[in-house]
């Protein structure tokens, strides 16, 4: 069943931004508890980890996205963000989140896609 759903993408033309969103529908209460992640996937290319953040609200990011793009988490409504700015076209790519438990991230949404222009 899904567990987690991402909404947000669209074309924008380089220069310009986008808020994406996940909502966890499994986790509800126990949602701060979880480690989560933002993924893409460009056509061709392996999937690569673009940005993580822990349950006390610690987040990392790619080199690649760094200064650019701002994670963030709402517990309340257990929804994590993925704030977008400054886009190039090189950060066209199906992206997705998904949440972290045990040792593996085990919960991926269906993904929303970006194109930047």
């Known amino acids: 069943h899904v567990q987690l759903v991402e909404s947000g993408g669209g074309s924008v033309q380089a220069g310009g931004s986008l808020t994406l969103s996940c909502v966890d529908l499994?986790?509800?209460?126990?949602?701060?508890?979880?480690?989560m992640g933002w993924f893409r996937q460009a056509p061709g290319e392996e999937r690569e980890g673009v940005a993580a953040v822990d349950c006390d609200g610690e987040s990392t990011y790619a080199d690649s996205v760094k200064g650019r793009f701002t994670l963030s988490r709402d517990n309340d409504k257990s929804t994590l963000y993925l704030q977008l700015n400054s886009l190039k076209t090189e950060d066209t790519a199906m992206y997705y989140c998904a949440r972290f438990a045990g040792d593996e991230y085990n919960a991926w949404g269906q993904g929303t896609q970006v194109t930047v222009s």
């Open positions: 499994d986790t509800r209460h126990n949602y701060c508890y979880y480690c």
